[in-house]
C-alpha cells in the first residue's frame, strides 16, 4: 500500500488549500483514513480523521468549523479541505491509513507529507 499526498504550498492567512491523498491498492473503501500534521519543532498531532463508511468525520478542536476531511472511494483518495487558514497552521501534512478500524486508531502506513506554509 502507498500513499501519495499533494496540494500542499503557500497561501496568505484566511485563504484556503485542499490537500488530496491517493492510495494504491483495491480496497480503498476498507481503509480508515486520517490528517496529521507537524510544524517545525513540534511534535506531530491529529487533525481529522474519517471512517471506513465515510459517515463519521473527526476533527481536532482547533480545526473544527474550518477543516473538511472527505473521500472519494471511486478515486481511492481522501481530501482535507483547509478554509481560514491561520500562520499556526503551517506545517507538512500527512496523510495515514488504519487498515483494521472502523474508526482510524492504529496507523499500518503514512505519506510522505505535503508543506503548508501560511503567511500573515
Known amino acids: 500500500v502507498q500513499l501519495q499526498a499533494s496540494g500542499g504550498g503557500l497561501v496568505q492567512a484566511g485563504g484556503s488549500l485542499r490537500l488530496s491523498c491517493v492510495v494504491s491498492?483495491?480496497?480503498?473503501?476498507?481503509?480508515?483514513m486520517s490528517w496529521f500534521r507537524q510544524a517545525p519543532g513540534k511534535e506531530r498531532e491529529f487533525v481529522a480523521a474519517?471512517?471506513?463508511?465515510?459517515?463519521?468525520?473527526y476533527y481536532a478542536d482547533s480545526m473544527k468549523g474550518r477543516f473538511t476531511i472527505s473521500r472519494d472511494n471511486a478515486k481511492n483518495t481522501v481530501n482535507l479541505q483547509m478554509n481560514s487558514l491561520k500562520p499556526e497552521d503551517t506545517a507538512v501534512y500527512y496523510c495515514?491509513?488504519?487498515?483494521?478500524?472502523?474508526?482510524?486508531?492504529?496507523?499500518?502506513?503514512w505519506g510522505q507529507g505535503t508543506l503548508v506554509t501560511v503567511s500573515s
Open positions: 491498492g483495491r480496497t480503498f473503501s476498507s481503509y480508515a
Open positions: 495515514a491509513l488504519d487498515p483494521d478500524h472502523e474508526i482510524p486508531s492504529e496507523y499500518d502506513y
Open positions: 474519517i471512517t471506513r463508511s465515510g459517515n463519521r468525520t
